[in-house]
């Protein structure tokens, strides 16, 4: 411990400016804080080969190949994304979520047999976040073509995630479809990629018609 500190305190001092923006780049990550990057990146230095090479190789890759799947919203690296574009999926239940991270949250789980859709974010006064900023239309355009016998609105158990929800199902309740949403398991304030996989399996088991 003592002597990679040592290593660290070393990198710090003479870090290039390449290293230094690298070491800033990944203090930008989501749980990755300026002591943790340049963890991160005094052990991709020390481990070029098994570490550095394949990373970058691997970044390069998505990088140049990243898409957002015209049907359903998802982050992949082909489009139609690889859930839309897999017949095991039931087609006939949509899963509806806030973001990507809540769709792999939910397909992790391995419990949901159906497609998503992404909306890209929630209703917020606050925030200026309107309907027309969020992939609501493409929604009820999927609803209005038919196939479709429920949809699970799976939106955070917060004010805005809530608020989202009751608009989403106005929208769409002229249409033959049940309505359902995330039930039991999901604490109020809660965000589904930070939920583990049993409280999930709970949410979705409970899954009630919206009133």
């Not at 290039?16 to 990146?41: C, D, K, M, N, Y």
């Not at 994304?81 to 809540?102: G, N, Q, T």
Request: hydrophobic share 40%; net charge neutral.
């Amino acid at each position: 411990m003592v002597e990679f500190a040592k290593q660290l305190s070393y990198l710090l001092r003479m870090a290039s400016h390449e290293i230094e923006a690298l070491t800033q780049a990944l203090s930008r990550l989501p749980g990755l804080g300026p002591r943790s990057a340049r963890r991160a990146v005094l052990h991709l230095l020390k481990k070029r080969e098994t570490a550095l090479d394949p990373l970058l190789a691997a970044l390069e890759s998505v990088s140049r190949k990243l898409s957002t799947c015209g049907i359903c919203g998802n982050v992949d690296t082909v489009s139609p994304c690889s859930i839309c574009a897999d017949p095991r999926r039931e087609a006939r239940s949509l899963c509806v979520v806030e973001e990507v991270a809540d769709l792999w949250a939910l397909d992790r789980s391995r419990l949901f047999p159906g497609r998503f859709h992404v909306l890209g974010g929630r209703l917020s006064a606050l925030e200026g976040v309107r309907p027309e900023d969020l992939r609501i239309d493409s929604l009820v355009a999927r609803i209005a073509g038919g196939g479709v016998d429920e949809v699970v609105l799976a939106m955070n158990a917060t004010l805005e995630g809530q608020t989202t929800a009751h608009y989403v199902a106005e929208r769409i309740e002229s249409y033959p479809v049940r309505v359902t949403q995330l039930a039991h398991g999901l604490p109020v304030g809660g965000e589904l990629d930070y939920l583990d996989e049993g409280t999930l399996a709970q949410a979705l088991r409970a899954r009630r018609p919206v009133a």
